[in-house]
């Protein structure tokens, strides 16, 4: 049975840490993040998060019902510092272009954070707002509102999409990162033109191109598709 989540109210009330710290849902995600940065995805757990704290691991469970309810408002802090770092115009291109650049931002700014949250829906306030945000200015495009929920289908799934690939990338260790990116070099563009003619041709750009994310340029197709689809303005 999953315990019983104390009200934020309630818990703050509490006695501090032994560092004399009075924990709040908001700090235990920032330290997580932290956990999570110096520890890799698979290295969030109740015991080494409580040390960080200086409480017992027990103590979390004050605030979340499992480490499957911290892992979720992680996912939602991140979505939390995407939409608090965007500022709408008024155009719907521009908001929607600058709105997936910074939540695909937000994630790869805590790469073993976003391996472990893309791909999870927390059902959280802020996640909740961005949700909003997105099918707000869609809908006030004009599309009719089953398209506008496929757009914003395709655009959230694709921002996160590329936020996991980005970060997987991101939080590998140094070494294999590079031996990767090394490889459009020492291996793509050495192959002979005789048995790969298209690769041969394109090498160069490949090596130039392939070490960056692709997420800008997938983020401009949508665009131009949705933009595609917009009524004709009226006189």
Known sequence: ???????????????????????????????????????????????????????????????????????????????????????????????????????????LAHPQAAVLTASRVTGRPREIAVDETILGILRGTGLPDESAVRVYHTFIDQSLAFAALDAASLALADTARTRDEAMWHSTYARLPADTHPHIAATAHLLARRMPHSAYPAALQMLLDHIAAQLPPPTA
């Open 1 to 107: 049975m999953a315990k019983q989540v104390v009200p934020e109210t309630a818990r703050r009330r509490r006695r501090p840490t032994r560092g004399g710290t009075v924990l709040t849902e908001e700090l235990i995600v920032r330290t997580a993040l932290r956990v999570l940065r110096e520890h890799g995805s698979t290295g969030l757990t109740a015991r080494r998060l409580g040390a960080a704290l200086g409480a017992d691991a027990s103590t979390l469970y004050r605030y979340f019902t499992g480490m499957d309810d911290l892992t979720r408002a992680i996912g939602d802090e991140l979505m939390g510092r995407a939409l608090d770092s965007w500022t709408a115009t008024g155009h719907w291109r521009t908001d929607l272009r600058a709105l997936g650049l910074a939540i695909h931002a937000a994630y």
